[in-house]
């Protein structure tokens, strides 16, 4: 989670606090000191922004996802059978008792005010009971799965949702997790249409949508809807808080002109087979198989040609685990250091390059950053996976300037990607964002 500064100026409090503390009782001096304690906290909990992430070095491979569907956004329709398969490994060698709680949210993830019991059944944290040991592995580990909502608990309200996965203290979780649920109280019609700058043409796609709230009435449109965009299910540059543009007889208007764009960036996304620690997989050049580790020599890559491009059936950055050399791939597929090399013809100065994916939930971070091979003339990285086929893609981020997805993409006016729309309605005076409709869309199969 990240923290969002506040000003000073929002703590008049905490200046009459001391500014008056030597004519306090010690009557007046307890009361004030409460008063603090409760405005910190409420503080702290309204800039606490909650992301995917995994605050531990033992924690690997976690996912989740609707059950059944390995590479889907985690979204739960309300009050349906439906539920969602957390997946995650423990490294340490340690057996341990996990804890699962929920954290209500807003639409920019911040927690909301409601309490725990307002929009949980049932208990408030439970048990991971369901784990397996790994077998004929080199890395030993412990798998953990847990099928949420169940009978422990349920969640009665839609909006953005926390998991939290802790041992002992469930202020400091191990790892976090978004995921949403909807009430799918109005029809969203959206496509992908080229930017209507022709300039931006080869480099962005543009989302557009309408929405029909009939018998479903909305009051105050510009105040009381909101949407996020996302690409790819990429929260670290989703487009957020828009408002519509215009409104009308039971229907709202997102037809933006360049807000709603996101970069074309990619002939679709690079990938590697990692499914066989036995046979070489696409993409790979090289084992060394030791005996209590793997390495995996990646093929070296360079910068894709922008004038070059195939329709190659990815991912869309995402991964799923597999083993093709036992079918019991939760607890029997084995990790492996994997070395990535990126060829850009020498050193660029000013700047990283980094290599992303949902793998590793698409952090600008120390673990995923590329150091320059003097020796070998490339930038690499190595990171840890379980075995699975893998999409990734390479970001240069300037060190004064925003990422760059074209250095080492290139980009073209259709590639292709998916779309998610979440709308959100917060009537006056609710304490939450409800989230009445989810929509996914893809560019090529829906051209505007």
Same mark, same amino acid.
């Given at each position: 989670?990240?923290?969002?500064?506040?000003?000073?100026?929002?703590?008049?409090?905490?200046?009459?606090?001391?500014?008056?503390?030597?004519?306090?009782? #010690?009557? /007046?001096?307890? !009361?004030?000191?409460? &008063?603090? +304690?409760?405005?910190?906290?409420? @503080?702290?909990?309204?800039?606490? =922004?909650?992301?995917?992430?995994?605050?531990?070095?033992?924690?690997?491979?976690?996912?989740?996802?609707?059950?059944?569907?390995?590479?889907?956004?985690?979204?739960?329709?309300?009050?349906?059978?439906?539920?969602?398969?957390?997946?995650?490994?423990?490294?340490?060698?340690?057996?341990?008792?996990?804890?699962?709680?929920?954290?209500?949210?807003?639409?920019?993830?911040?927690?909301?005010?409601?309490?725990?019991?307002?929009?949980?059944?049932?208990?408030?944290?439970?048990?991971?009971?369901?784990?397996?040991?790994?077998?004929?592995?080199?890395?030993?580990?412990?798998?953990?799965?847990?099928?949420?909502?169940?009978?422990?608990?349920?969640?009665?309200?839609?909006?953005?949702?926390?998991?939290? #996965?802790? /041992?002992?203290? !469930?202020?400091?979780? &191990?790892? +976090?997790?978004?995921?949403?649920? @909807?009430?799918?109280?109005?029809? =969203?019609?959206?496509?992908?249409?080229?930017?209507?700058?022709?300039?931006?043409?080869?480099?962005?796609?543009?989302?557009?949508?309408?929405?029909?709230?009939?018998?479903?009435?909305?009051?105050?449109?510009?105040?009381?809807?909101?949407?996020?965009?996302?690409?790819?299910?990429?929260?670290?540059?989703?487009?957020?808080?828009?408002?519509?543009?215009?409104?009308?007889?039971?229907?709202?208007?997102?037809?933006?002109?360049?807000?709603?764009?996101?970069?074309?960036?990619?002939?679709?996304?690079?990938?590697?087979?990692?499914?066989?620690?036995?046979?070489?997989?696409?993409?790979?050049?090289?084992?060394?198989?030791?005996?209590?580790?793997?390495?995996?020599?990646?093929?070296?890559?360079?910068?894709?040609?922008?004038?070059?491009?195939?329709?190659?059936?990815?991912?869309?950055?995402?991964?799923?685990?597999?083993?093709?050399?036992?079918?019991?791939?939760?607890?029997?597929?084995?990790?492996?250091?994997?070395?990535?090399?990126?060829?850009?013809?020498?050193?660029?100065?000013?700047?990283?390059?980094?290599?992303?994916?949902?793998?590793?939930?698409?952090?600008?971070?120390?673990?995923?950053?590329?150091?320059?091979?003097?020796?070998?003339?490339?930038?690499?990285?190595?990171?840890?996976?379980?075995?699975?086929?893998?999409?990734?893609?390479?970001?240069?981020?300037?060190?004064?300037?925003?990422?760059?997805?074209?250095?080492?993409?290139?980009?073209?006016?259709?590639?292709?990607?998916?779309?998610?729309?979440?709308?959100?309605?917060?009537?006056?005076?609710?304490?939450?964002?409800?989230?009445?409709?989810?929509?996914?869309?893809?560019?090529?199969?829906?051209?505007?």
């Amino acid at each position: 989670m990240s923290q969002i500064p506040i000003p000073k100026s929002q703590f008049p409090l905490f200046s009459y606090f001391w500014s008056n503390i030597c004519c306090m009782s #010690v009557m /007046d001096y307890r !009361k004030m000191l409460f &008063l603090l +304690s409760l405005l910190l906290t409420a @503080t702290v909990q309204a800039t606490t =922004v909650w992301e995917n992430k995994v605050n531990v070095s033992f924690i690997k491979t976690v996912q989740l996802f609707p059950k059944g569907l390995d590479m889907a956004m985690p979204v739960l329709t309300l009050n349906s059978p439906e539920t969602l398969e957390l997946h995650f490994d423990d490294i340490s060698g340690e057996p341990r008792s996990y804890y699962y709680t929920v954290v209500q949210c807003n639409s920019n993830w911040t927690p909301t005010t409601m309490n725990v019991m307002e929009y949980v059944d049932g208990f408030t944290e439970a048990n991971i009971n369901d784990y397996e040991y790994s077998e004929g592995t080199k890395q030993s580990y412990i798998h953990y799965t847990l099928e949420f909502p169940n009978i422990d608990m349920r969640i009665n309200k839609s909006g953005n949702y926390i998991l939290l #996965v802790y /041992d002992r203290d !469930k202020d400091k979780p &191990l790892f +976090s997790r978004r995921f949403m649920i @909807t009430e799918a109280k109005v029809q =969203v019609q959206a496509g992908v249409a080229y930017p209507r700058n022709f300039a931006a043409r080869d480099q962005f796609q543009e989302v557009v949508f309408k929405v029909n709230h009939k018998g479903f009435p909305i009051d105050y449109p510009q105040m009381e809807i909101k949407a996020t965009v996302l690409q790819n299910y990429r929260w670290d540059h989703a487009k957020v808080d828009i408002r519509p543009l215009l409104s009308g007889m039971n229907e709202l208007n997102f037809d933006f002109t360049g807000t709603l764009t996101f970069p074309t960036a990619g002939r679709e996304f690079r990938f590697f087979d990692l499914r066989s620690l036995r046979f070489r997989g696409q993409n790979i050049r090289a084992f060394d198989i030791r005996d209590a580790s793997n390495e995996v020599f990646l093929l070296y890559d360079k910068p894709q040609k922008r004038d070059n491009y195939q329709l190659i059936k990815d991912l869309n950055g995402q991964y799923y685990i597999d083993n093709l050399d036992n079918p019991y791939y939760n607890s029997a597929a084995d990790y492996a250091y994997v070395h990535f090399n990126l060829d850009v013809n020498g050193k660029i100065p000013n700047g990283n390059f980094y290599v992303l994916g949902a793998f590793n939930d698409w952090r600008y971070d120390e673990s995923c950053k590329m150091t320059f091979d003097v020796l070998d003339q490339t930038y690499t990285t190595t990171q840890f996976l379980k075995q699975g086929w893998y999409n990734y893609t390479y970001i240069f981020k300037p060190d004064d300037g925003s990422p760059d997805p074209f250095f080492t993409e290139g980009y073209f006016m259709d590639t292709e990607n998916d779309y998610t729309i979440l709308l959100y309605y917060t009537p006056f005076g609710e304490r939450y964002d409800r989230l009445i409709a989810v929509k996914h869309i893809n560019s090529l199969m829906n051209r505007y």
